[in-house]
């Protein structure tokens, strides 16, 4: 699940269906969500998607996860059953050292 309309990412795997979307509330099926889920809710992630994919800021912080620029999100091969951090995520791009500290501090 992820609420369309953040501040920071904000992407939940329920495992026991306790939690019912709203109205601003999406979810997503398929394989490896676990895996997924950190990639979704790395700092280096986000910041990709609010500078090319999210369309413009909401106010000061907020950015929309919407879901037709969401899905244009370029995902790296991951392997399964793996802890991710935001430095395994930047060499799953290819990011440089300047890259990586760029989409760290913003």
Do not use: C, W
Request: glycine share 8%; no cysteine.
């Amino acid at each position: 699940m992820y609420a369309e309309i953040v501040n920071s990412p904000r992407f939940y795997l329920d495992r026991n269906g306790e939690f019912l979307p709203e109205a601003t509330t999406f979810i997503l099926t398929g394989y490896n969500l676990d895996v997924l889920i950190q990639f979704f809710n790395s700092r280096i992630v986000a910041n990709i998607f609010k500078l090319f994919y999210a369309g413009g800021g909401l106010g000061e912080h907020g950015y929309r996860y919407k879901k037709q620029f969401f899905e244009k999100l370029p995902i790296p091969l991951i392997e399964i059953d793996v802890i991710l951090k935001d430095e395994d995520i930047s060499a799953l791009y290819g990011l440089n050292k300047d890259e990586y500290s760029y989409l760290i501090s913003i």
